[in-house]
């Protein structure tokens, strides 16, 4: 039994060729939920992906499929993709019932032969001056030519009662055929296929956004492996073994450079336009380009754990979470279409009933219908958060889904972190002081002032701490002998320091506020000194016992170029308020804040108290989001509406933990997402706008009784072209920096 539930859990990803809309995705995701062994099942539209839970093979989800002629095939197999599905078209695959002929070259074929009888048609009836029998037998071989797989599935879902676009496609244009009207039968069925083409046509370019990062990357690098260089897949390039890397050459997989020295080109990972130098130990990431030098990298990530194919598995996830409006439009679209149903057919028995001419107002119904299909309306949010959500990804910013971008649009407040988000995140130790406890004076250069140096660079190196790191790298430059001195009882008080014994004594580093807490006091020449060093924006750590202050270090961190800029930039968009959240002393906070911009600073706060202090920003002020490092930010990041991690390339954390990504650790990108966010929430809303008003425009022109077949179809294909390529302005969208 339970080895059964475990199969019954198993989640497999596959990918999908030949989706059409966004309704037969959806149709598609149902009909996979209901095959024996499948307990459910998500179609990530955006992403062309299925992730089944359970058991199905591809036979029966293909089969699943058939209604659309779906191929399905493993997300992850030996070689790419890409390949596959490449491999697929060259074989003759993606055909039906083994014609040998590749599906959408088949489509074309049909739509040409339909479109050449619809026209041989139209002039033999010129020629005879009427109505003419071959004419009406050439528009219906149109008409069956044309839209034979329209009617299979159209009458099999009419049979089941599901009424989706191809169900009033169907019945629209058998009833103008039974009311004698061949020719417009014929033309509906045309524009209909040409409208399907031209959808699926704009959704694949919008899809092409994200997968032409699949190409960033080589496929093959050049191993150096037992004195000799071979050429390896990345697949079997393993942990540990030496690339090389030549100039002009793109990098293959993540790693850490053991020689040679270069500028790479990191703007397909982090959006960044200036090279970046990288010498030995410094990382680089798979899909940069190398530009001068000759590199030899050690590999540290399996071609599947890269941070390439990490950004591009979560923004194909992210294009299949729901925007809170697409949602809505998708609640809707099921209404709608039973409303037009039932429009249509009170059109066209309710006038007849009255004056009569069942043909005329007949017709008018089944154009009606015509006009009712919601595919402008289906494609208008989807096509939009795909175009957007794949620029973001190319200018370094990844956003999560669809419900974060239109939570970025409406953000009222943002917080800051201090450290490594205004600030660099690399402190150095800029200042110190030893001082003689007996004099309340500083202590001279001597072997006490050194063992005291050691003992506190000794109790920062168990912390993970920034700024313990910046007093672990000063001990290095300057040869304090911390190694040589053994902590016991070490212990991290978490937002304030550390504790630890040394030889039976019981040593104190940290900030101003644990001493304060300690009851530990500062003599007046340490508060001088402490208060100097926070007027200059410093952060001061204290070092000492229970008795006294032994050391005062001053610690700065240098701030980010662009921190100044961005948050300018936030307020000329509108952002109403910004405040620094940040566990440092009130006047490092102040001086950072006065150097950036921030209107209001929040000093000395532990965690809980920063997510306290957010969800006072959303009672007071609205959508609030948070800006940080991923990590220490933790509890605050989950708490805003949105979540906003300074994620460097190759951090795992921020990747996986926040809603929106600064892949770049580059702040400046943050006005853009706003600014990006905004304008993608405006065009769905013109979207929606559009497609409803064209299709009340067409309606109204029942009143007259001028609405005809062809003007239903030119409607709903001119609505649904127009919010294609107005959801697909966003792949455009530039940086205004």
């Known amino acids: 039994m339970a080895e059964s539930e475990s199969a019954t859990r198993r989640a497999a990803v596959y990918r999908v060729e030949g989706f059409t809309c966004a309704n037969c995705a959806l149709k598609f995701e149902q009909n996979v ?6 307990s459910d099942a998500k179609v990530n539209f955006g992403a062309s992906k299925l992730t089944v839970i359970g058991n199905a093979t591809i036979e029966e989800l293909e089969q699943a499929g058939a209604f659309e002629r779906l191929r399905v095939f493993p997300e992850k197999m030996p070689g790419d993709a890409e390949n596959r599905s490449e491999a697929l078209r060259r074989d003759g695959g993606g055909t039906e019932s083994g014609a040998g002929v590749p599906l959408a070259l088949r489509n074309h074929i049909v739509l040409i032969a339909s479109a050449l009888l619809l026209v041989t048609g139209y002039g033999l009836r010129a020629a005879a001056g009427g109505h003419h029998a071959a004419a009406t ?7 069956l030519i044309g839209g034979f797989s329209l009617f299979k599935t159209g009458l099999r879902n009419l049979v089941r009662l599901e009424f989706d676009m191809r169900t009033l496609m169907t019945v629209a244009i058998i009833g103008a055929a039974l009311i004698g009207e061949w020719e417009e039968g014929a033309v509906v069925v045309i524009l209909f296929a040409i409208s399907e083409a031209l959808e699926r046509y704009t959704m694949d370019r919008a899809r092409r956004s994200i997968r032409d990062l699949m190409h960033i990357a080589p496929k093959e690098a050049l191993v150096r492996k037992d004195g000799q260089e071979i050429r390896k897949r990345v697949e079997d390039i393993e942990i540990g073994d030496v690339i090389i890397v030549k100039p002009g050459e793109k990098i293959a997989m993540d790693g850490v450079v053991v020689s040679g020295r270069s500028a790479v080109n990191q703007s397909a990972i982090t959006g960044e336009s200036i090279p970046a130098d990288k010498s030995p130990g410094d990382e680089v990431y798979a899909g940069t380009l190398n530009e001068e030098g000759l590199l030899e990298v050690r590999v540290t990530k399996q071609a599947e754990d890269t941070t390439i194919a990490k950004i591009i598995h979560l923004v194909e996830e992210a294009q299949g979470e729901r925007a809170p409006t697409q949602a809505f439009v998708d609640r809707f679209a099921k209404l709608y279409t039973p409303i037009i149903m039932i429009a249509a057919a009170l059109v066209a028995v309710v006038p007849s009933l009255i004056i009569g001419d069942w043909s005329g107002h007949l017709y008018l119904g089944l154009s009606v219908l015509v006009v009712g299909c919601p595919c402008a309306l289906v494609i208008s949010t989807p096509i939009t958060i795909v175009s957007a959500i794949g620029n973001a990804a190319r200018s370094g910013v990844l956003v999560k889904g669809g419900i974060y971008l239109e939570q970025l649009s409406v953000v009222k407040a943002v917080a800051f972190d201090k450290t490594g988000t205004l600030t660099k995140g690399t402190p150095t130790v800029t200042d110190y002081r ?14 006490e002032t050194f063992r005291r140096l050691a003992i506190m660079a000794a109790l920062e190196r168990h912390s993970p701490h920034p700024l313990a790191a910046a ?27 550390v504790r630890g014994t040394v030889d039976g004594t019981v040593y104190f580093a940290g900030s101003t506020h644990l001493f304060a807490q300690l009851s530990i006091p500062l003599t007046g020449e340490q508060r001088l000194c402490a208060e100097r060093y926070e007027r200059e924006g410093k952060t001061v750590l204290l070092f000492g016992t229970h008795r006294g202050v032994l050391a005062i270090a001053a610690v700065s961190d240098e ?29 490092t906070a102040c001086a950072i804040a006065e150097q950036t911009g921030v209107r209001e600073v929040r000093a000395g706060l532990m965690p809980q108290d920063k997510l306290a202090y957010i969800r006072r920003l959303q009672a007071d002020h609205g959508k609030t989001a948070m800006v ?22 190759g951090a795992d954390t921020p990747l996986e933990t926040a809603d929106v990504v600064l892949m770049g650790d580059d702040l400046g990108k943050l006005p853009f997402a706003v600014r990006l966010s905004r304008k993608a929430v405006s065009v769905i809303r013109q979207n929606i706008a559009l497609s409803l008003a064209m299709k009340a425009a067409a309606l109204l022109l029942v009143i007259p009784g001028w609405l005809t077949l062809w003007i239903a179809i030119l409607s709903d294909m001119g609505a649904t072209l127009l919010v294609a390529l107005n959801g697909m302005r966003l792949m455009r969208l530039m940086d205004d920096k």
């Open 33 to 38: 939920k209901k095959l024996p062994g499948v």
């Open 137 to 143: 037998a050439l528009f219906a071989a149109s008409i």
């Open 434 to 447: 030893i001082f003689d406890e007996a004099n309340d004076q500083p202590g001279e250069q001597s072997g």
């Open 471 to 497: 007093v672990v790298r000063r001990a290095d430059e300057e040869g304090w002998p911390y190694r040589d001195v053994s902590v016991e009882e070490f212990a991290s008080l978490t937002g304030r320091g």
């Open 559 to 587: 701030l980010r170029e662009t921190s100044r800029e961005a948050v300018l930039r936030l307020h000329r968009l509108g952002v109403e308020y910004t405040v620094l959240l940040t566990g440092d002393h009130e006047r």
């Open 628 to 649: 940080g490092d991923g990590v220490n930010d933790a509890p605050a990041l989950a708490a805003a509406d949105v979540g906003i991690a300074m994620g460097g390339a």
